[in-house]
Structure formats: structure tokens, C-alpha cells
């Protein structure tokens, strides 16, 4: 997976050191109108009637990879907002309704690799950017139905499945996540459409 902003790839523990070099784990805080400014695949319009969390500046900044909610007022929606090269880039995204999780098997987050039972895990698409989005291309991938990766990965909230152990320490999963999920972002920023124009 390639992290645009630091020009490497995280291939697992053996270049943790150097991948972690380049990286700052710490979600700065940041207000409306940032995150408004953020959005990447909607219009500005829609930005500004975004509902943001009401409690965001009680959110756990330090603990933080990036900011991620549901919408409270359309829980088909949620969004993601997070810092890339000193900048800072948010996804608007669509829970998908074709899919219908078991409540007797286990399913994994494709970002922060948490493993859930039943709704835990969510199938969500996000628009393309530019002309590509705008003609309905979609990326999705299986993210925690809360969108609190970071916390999952840093132990500070548990699934319903409890304690999952593995052999990565706290901070490659971390690097693991943050990989994962500029990889998504990596997607959702190609606009396929005006690519196969030019």
C-alpha cells in the first residue's frame, strides 16, 4: 500500500521504524470550519449541511489517526477527516444497503483489522472525486460501523467480541491502520472518468 505522503509502504513490522519515521499518529484538533473546508468528493454546498458532532471538542484528539462520525440526522451517512501531507482531506459516505450481516458471524474492519460480531462492521461507498464521482463511480470498503477505528486499535474501546490479541504491538497496529486507510483514500481520490479522457 503506497502512503503518498511519505513515498513508502507499509509491508508489515520489518520497515515499521522507517514508515513511522515519516508519520505524526496525533490527529491535530480542528474546528467547522476545517473540517467543512475538507471535503473532497461533495460540493460545498453539501459540505456546509453537514451535521458535524456536537461533542467535538470533548473528542479524544491524542488518541485519534482520524476523525470519523455518523450522521445523527441520517445515519445512512458518515465521514471521514483526516491530515495528508500537512493537509487535511475528508470523504463524504454512504452506508450501503444491499448488505445483511449475520449476528452469529464475526466480520473484519478492512481499515483498523478489529473483528465484530453481527453490525459492527459496515459496507460503506464513498464517491470519486471530479467527474468520475459525479457520474455515480463509487469506492466501498468494510469499515467499524461506529467509525472509531482509532480507538479500536489503541484498546481504548472494545467489541462486543472482547479482548483480540495479536502479535503486532499498539503502534504497528497503528501504521497498519493509517495504511489502510490512505489506501482507501488513495481510491477515492481517482477520478477514473477525466483519466481515461486525457
Known sequence: MADTAAGLAYAGPENITAYASERSWI???VGEKEIR????NCSKGEARRINLPRDLPEFPWADLDFLGWRDPGALDRGYLVAERGGELVGVTLRLSPEVRRSFTKSTVCSICVTAHSGTGVALFTAPRVGASGRQGNTVGTYICAD???SLYVRGKKKTDLGMQF???TAEERIVRTVANLE????KV???TLS???A
Open 189 to 191: 481520490a481517482e477520478d
Open 195 to 197: 483519466s481515461t479522457m
Open 27 to 29: 490527529m491535530n484538533p
Open 37 to 40: 473546508g475538507s471535503f473532497v
Open 166 to 168: 495479536e502479535t503486532l
Open 183 to 186: 489506501a482507501f483514500l488513495d
Open 147 to 149: 467509525l472509531a477505528c
